[in-house]
């Protein structure tokens, strides 16, 4: 039986952003441990909420393509499952 450290380790790994930067939209994979809803929300570099998502979650990993167009140029942070954070930059 995995640890929760470990755990954590897994999902972190399993979260992915593509292409990033990104342009006109990006792919945000990351782990799901049910089926169910789930929140991917992006946040700018100030903490404040620019966009919000809700899929459908899969069990094990979940991919959402995410339509960026509306957002500036610049940097910001991803978050989806329980958690999982990446970095995102928007570049045209």
């Keep these: 039986m995995a640890s929760q450290a470990e755990d954590q380790l897994q999902e972190e790994e399993a979260a992915r952003v593509f292409p990033n930067p990104a342009d006109d939209e990006v792919s945000f994979t990351f782990a799901t441990p049910k089926?169910?809803?789930a929140d991917v929300v992006i946040h700018d570099a100030l903490a404040r909420e620019v966009k919000r998502?809700?899929?459908?979650a899969q069990p094990g990993s979940?991919?959402?393509v995410i339509a960026v167009k509306d957002l500036a140029p610049g940097f910001y942070f991803i978050h989806g499952g329980s958690?999982?954070?990446r970095k995102l930059v928007i570049d045209r």
């Design 35 to 37: 089926a169910g809803s």
């Design 83 to 85: 958690g999982t954070t």
């Design 53 to 56: 998502v809700r899929v459908q």
């Design 62 to 64: 979940t991919t959402v």
